[in-house]
């Protein structure tokens, strides 16, 4: 890996972006650019970096299986599993339709926004204050990066037209999947998506996950092994949403995308990689991201298959 090689992946995939749209249905987010792309990925002792990788972008569902360990390290696997399932759905992000007829009733799995608004109330804290204080603390922890907010304009804007998530979370509190007040947990929610990150920043966090949740230039266990691997294995199995299967096989490696253009993976014991490419396909994923992300696993054989 070097930063020559990385330069010569942005420009041999950058076309691809014309491929996608950026994502419309949260007004703020039509302000991106369609036509960036960025990269970085870390080792132990290295950084490569590429195209637009430092610009700032809202984390969205890449948040979801970060959020999905720190509900995990303050309730313990019993209670997240009570709320939510461990099965790929095959739908999209956003959808409904399975709330209802799915036998467990609960939503199939973390990853969908139906089970990330269950997850977001598990969050402890007295307030909302104080549960948005300590995802960012645990963010900023996993990303050594002290400087991470919340964009507010983002915020605001999916607070106003969040509608679709609005009646899956009052749907979920009717079946006993949401803990406290539905406006809380969806306020939650709709920040821990807000919060601005770049592609070095979900590198930093990939390269925690690919090491069992050891950061290994400290020594310090910053997740416990377990919830690491319970995150990854959800990350493989339903982290590209109804592309997930398709991805597997081309790309082989536990990834989180993001509408805002993200896309976070995790090479076992090897490396962290961040994406940023706000250009999505139809499934809400990025087009040039997934298909450098190919590219760079086939070269450097990083499928864990
Ligand atoms: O729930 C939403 O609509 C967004 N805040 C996050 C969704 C998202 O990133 C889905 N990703 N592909």
């Given at each position: 890996m070097d930063k020559k090689y990385l330069d010569s992946i942005i420009k041999e995939y950058k076309?691809?972006?014309?491929e996608g749209q950026v994502?419309?249905?949260?007004?703020?987010?039509?302000?991106?650019?369609?036509c960036d792309l960025g990269i970085a990925i870390i080792d132990r002792d290295n950084i490569f970096t590429a195209g637009e990788w430092e610009k700032k972008f809202t984390i969205q569902s890449v948040s979801k299986p970060i959020v999905l360990i720190l509900a995990l390290m303050d309730r313990g696997e019993d209670k997240i599993f009570e709320l939510v399932g461990k099965e790929p759905t095959?739908?999209?992000?956003?959808?409904?339709?399975?709330?209802?007829?799915?036998?467990?009733?609960?939503?199939?799995?973390?990853?969908i926004n139906a089970g990330a608004i269950s997850i977001s109330s598990?969050?402890?804290?007295?307030?909302n204050e104080e549960r948005l204080a300590r995802i960012l603390n645990f963010f900023r922890l996993l990303s050594d990066n002290e400087s991470l907010e919340v964009n507010q304009d983002v915020f605001k804007s999916e607070k106003e037209t969040g509608n679709r998530n609005r009646s899956l979370a009052y749907f979920l509190k009717d079946i006993h999947c949401i803990e406290g007040d539905v406006e809380e947990a969806l306020d939650l929610y709709f920040m821990q998506c807000s919060i601005e990150v770049n592609t070095l920043d979900l590198a930093k966090i990939g390269l925690i996950l690919a090491n069992d949740g050891l950061n290994i230039n400290t020594g310090?266990?910053?997740?416990?092994k377990k919830y690491a691997k319970i995150a990854k294995t959800f990350m493989l199995t339903c982290g590209m949403y109804d592309e997930s299967g398709k991805f597997a096989i081309d790309v082989g490696i536990p990834s989180k995308s993001g509408v805002g253009g993200g896309i976070m993976s995790s090479v076992p014991q090897r490396y962290g990689i961040g994406v940023f490419g706000p250009s999505l396909n139809k499934k809400g994923n990025s087009v040039a991201g997934m298909r450098m992300l190919e590219k760079i696993s086939k070269d450097y054989e990083m499928s864990i298959f």
């Open positions: 076309h691809y972006t014309i994502a419309d249905y949260i007004p703020e987010l039509k302000k991106m650019e369609r095959g739908d999209p992000f956003n959808s409904m339709v399975r709330l209802e007829t799915y036998t467990m009733n609960k939503p199939l799995n973390p990853m598990l969050i402890k804290g007295k307030d310090e266990q910053l997740i416990p």
